[in-house]
């Protein structure tokens, strides 16, 4: 016999862990003790990303982040080392961060840890294992491009800027060639090796001793401050504007539509998350419900804001058939108009209300997750508190607020759309689209 669905109960609140800070030498610490968490995740971040590249080294930070995973002894020794007590490497390169750590059971922690130390200050770095390391990314960088979707993400960015994010975080592939093994350990010195750092630590830490964690990685390395970094100049050319990298006769395109927006610390980011969700963010988002289940054209449609340090981009992007590809762009212009000419509703607000505050118990319930949001929290001077903040902002959100979000947020007069696909049955209707001129370009010049 069926019984009877129990009613949904009042969502728990939530409060994020408050973190412990203390300073060792030149770095800093900041852990979160979560007791019974018997799995920690500890990250070393440095502030040495893509965008601080010199441009005649470009993607050198993403190769050398690489390299490290050969350790002090090279060739690809630290996973078996890690492996005997339980860890894994965790690495990563954005375009504002160098970060780099372990996962490990808290009871080899500190063996676990020493490993990390060993291999972040101290890396073999031989001229064969960065030289197949960076073989591998160049590799890598066209099989990945073969996927039309980053295809077109990888060339937005010398669509909208000028300097370094107009060529891809991994350097593309004339620009990584010329990063020799040298140029890997001399930014290594100077930018991971000579810099302390912040040591982010969460886990059950009864017991843990955080000083003599803080001291074995930072070692004598000197404190260093986040670069200043001036924002970089508009790319030129005519705005709007769509640009289409040919790959004949595909039957599909993928369709990337951007502009600039702006750096993380001038963002509103209740607001400017929350107008992204109503257009695109959710199953019930105005792209969605329009190019997916009005028309039919997609299995999906999404946007959102990558916000960094210095600037930043917001990016609307779908798959679609190459003969509904034209009025599936001119489809999201004019939703993204018509929310910016009639706000959003109570149904909408209340969905992001939802969205952004009933899972956050689960979306920090393990220490990776924890970890993730500290290391958000030091890459961009965040407060301690900006979890709780966010979602008190989110709770305190209104219909105005929104509205007020997109005409400030949303600049689809501005868009420079790219769009991956056959150019020989495309160049016609987006040309009638009237979303601005034409450009055809083929994938294999994009960054000669």
């Excluded at 591998?136 to 000028?162: C, H, M, N």
């Excluded at 599909?252 to 980011?269: E, I, N, T, Y």
């Excluded at 607020?401 to 769009?419: C, F, K, N, W």
Aim: proline share 6%; aromatic share 4%; with cysteine.
């Amino acid at each position: 016999m069926l019984q009877t669905r129990p009613d949904l109960g009042a969502p728990t609140p939530y409060t994020f862990p408050k973190p412990r800070r203390l300073t060792v030498g030149g770095g800093t610490v900041v852990a979160i003790d979560v007791p019974g968490q018997a799995f920690a995740s500890v990250r070393l971040v440095h502030h040495a990303g893509g965008a601080t590249e010199p441009q005649e080294s470009m993607g050198v930070a993403a190769l050398t982040n690489e390299a490290l995973e050969d350790g002090f002894h090279g060739n690809s020794s630290l996973a078996p080392a890690l492996e005997r007590h339980g860890a894994e490497w965790v690495s990563r390169v954005t375009w504002d961060s160098f970060v780099t750590g372990v996962d490990a059971p808290v009871n080899r922690l500190q063996d676990a840890t020493a490993l990390l130390a060993e291999a972040v200050r101290n890396p073999a770095l031989r001229d064969e294992d960065v030289l197949r390391r960076r073989d591998q990314i160049l590799e890598r960088f066209w099989l990945d491009a073969s996927v039309p979707s980053t295809l077109a993400t990888r060339a937005v960015g010398g669509q909208l800027f000028t300097g370094r994010y107009a060529t891809p975080l991994s350097g593309a592939p004339v620009a990584l060639k010329q990063v020799t093994p040298q140029a890997v350990r001399d930014f290594h010195a100077s930018s991971i090796a000579a810099v302390a750092g912040t040591l982010v630590v969460v886990g059950d830490l009864t017991g843990v001793d955080l000083e003599a964690l803080g001291s074995a990685v930072f070692g004598d390395a000197a404190a260093a401050d986040a670069p200043d970094r001036t924002p970089p100049e508009p790319a030129g050319g005519e705005l709007p504007r769509v640009v289409v990298l040919d790959r004949p006769g595909s039957v599909q395109s993928a369709l990337l539509m951007a502009h600039r927006a702006p750096a993380r610390r001038d963002v509103d980011l209740p607001r400017a998350d929350g107008i992204s969700d109503v257009l695109g963010g959710m199953f019930t988002s105005r792209l969605n419900l329009e190019l997916r289940e009005r028309l039919g054209y997609t299995y999906g449609a999404g946007c959102r804001f990558d916000l960094r340090r210095d600037s930043g981009v917001f990016l609307i992007s779908t798959q679609v058939d190459t003969q509904t590809t034209a009025h599936s762009l001119t489809a999201s212009l004019a939703e993204t108009e018509r929310l910016r000419r009639e706000g959003v509703s109570e149904t909408e607000l209340s969905a992001v209300r939802e969205s952004n505050t009933v899972g956050l118990p689960v979306s920090y319930s393990t220490a990776r997750s924890l970890a993730g949001a500290l290391v958000e929290t030091v890459v961009h001077d965040l407060p301690e508190d900006h979890i709780d903040r966010l979602r008190a902002g989110f709770e305190a959100l209104t219909a105005d607020d929104l509205a007020g979000a997109a005409r400030e947020y949303l600049h689809p007069s501005e868009m420079v759309t790219v769009i991956a696909g056959d150019a020989a049955s495309l160049e016609g209707p987006l040309s009638e689209a009237g979303a601005g001129p034409v450009t055809v370009r083929d994938p294999e010049t994009l960054w000669s």
